[in-house]
């Protein structure tokens, strides 16, 4: 079992620009959250992904958006990229969702973005 | 929204001895806490988590005890090792969907 995997693991980028991250979900999971951990904090959610629609959004702009793909993968891009969107960003996958109870959520190892 | 408290920010203790993390939560329709432990440079890792119909749960040497009434949990880790050390993360489940709410992470430093 991969266990949930994200890419790039590093990404340097320019104020303005946009970005795209990746995530693939632990086999067998169908729903992907995806996080903003800022330096000495705890994960902020960003977004949730399930059955290819945005089930739930935290407070990000709409420069913060998402996708998921049939085969449950995911992608976050960001656009206009200001410096304070330097971050660790992290992807959770997990089974199933609201109504159908709590269910443990597994994080992938993230990836490191740097605004400059 | 739902809030989450984590206390303390930095906890030092011997090889050997106890250690203790509590949190609290805002919101009473919370069902779900789980705890992360992350090593620097890697995501969060689940090691336990406990649901609201549940008061406590052991793993080898972790613990974890929910008070629904006061609105708190614990993570208490027994025997500690060096490789313990790392930032803990205590979390809660929104009453919608499953999305979690994290405290602020405690550094837990064990010295050998």
């Known amino acids: 079992d991969a266990g949930v995997t994200q890419s790039p693991t590093h990404l340097i980028k320019t104020r303005g620009q946009q970005v795209t991250l990746r995530c693939s979900p632990k086999?067998?999971?169908?729903?992907v959250s995806w996080y903003q951990q800022a330096l000495g904090q705890g994960p902020q959610f960003i977004f949730q992904?399930?059955?290819?629609?945005?089930?739930q959004r935290g407070n990000f702009p709409d420069r913060f958006s998402g996708h998921q793909f049939p085969n449950y993968s995911s992608e976050l891009n960001v656009n206009a990229l200001l410096l304070g969107d330097s971050a660790l960003y992290l992807c959770?996958?997990?089974f199933g969702t609201g109504g159908h109870g709590p269910h443990s959520a597994f994080f992938g190892q993230g990836t490191r973005l740097t605004v400059v | 929204g739902e809030n989450v408290e984590q206390h303390p920010s930095t906890l030092s203790v011997q090889e050997g001895d106890s250690a203790v993390i509590k949190c609290t939560y805002s919101?009473?329709?919370?069902?779900?806490f789980p705890w992360y432990k992350q090593e620097l440079g890697k995501g969060p890792q689940l090691i336990i988590d406990?649901?609201?119909?549940?008061g406590e749960k052991k793993d080898q040497r972790i613990a974890v005890t929910l008070n629904k009434t006061a609105k708190h949990f614990s993570l208490h880790i027994t025997e500690t090792q060096p490789e313990d050390s790392a930032v803990y993360f205590c979390?809660?489940?929104?009453?919608?969907?499953?999305?979690?709410?994290f405290g602020k992470g405690t550094m837990l430093l064990v010295s050998p």
């Open positions: 919101d009473s329709a919370s069902n779900y």
């Open positions: 406990i649901r609201s119909n549940v």
């Open positions: 959770a996958s997990s």
């Open positions: 992904y399930y059955e290819e629609e945005e089930r």
């Open positions: 979390a809660a489940k929104d009453s919608g969907y499953s999305t979690l709410t």
């Open positions: 086999s067998g999971h169908d729903t």
